[in-house]
């Protein structure tokens, strides 16, 4: 059964930084790509980043150059390294895992998520 466990998520103020963590397991299938999506209160889930197992990156617009996206495939974790942070960033960020080795900017097309991590900006 695959497992996926963000932590890192906290209050910052804008200008700020965290680094995001998803802890996985279960996962049996050594190609896939691992993403990190998030969704404010109002909102659908957005794209953020994502990575391949060959780590092959891909952020969206509105976090490059501020966000970056990296795994520790022999410990099964991804991170999201988050910088110069804004009000825009609040929202809860999840991890999620597709079972085939290239990436999408679709949540639908992922397989496993997990609970989510909130991240706070104030300005």
């Known amino acids: 059964q695959v497992q996926l466990v963000e932590s890192g998520g906290g209050s910052v103020q804008a200008g700020g930084s965290l680094r995001l963590s998803c802890a996985a397991s279960g996962i049996t299938y050594s190609r896939n790509c691992m993403g990190w999506f998030r969704q404010a209160s109002t909102e659908g889930r957005e794209a953020v980043a994502s990575i391949t197992s060959d780590n092959f990156p891909s952020v969206s617009d509105s976090v490059k150059g501020r966000f970056t996206i990296s795994r520790d495939n022999a410990n099964n974790i991804l991170y999201l390294q988050m910088t110069a942070l804004k009000p825009e960033d609040t929202a809860t960020y999840y991890c999620?895992?597709?079972?085939?080795?290239?990436?999408?900017?679709?949540?639908?097309?992922?397989?496993?998520w997990g609970r989510g991590t909130q991240v706070t900006v104030s300005s």
């Open positions: 999620a895992v597709r079972r085939v080795w290239f990436c999408s900017s679709r949540a639908d097309d992922y397989d496993y």
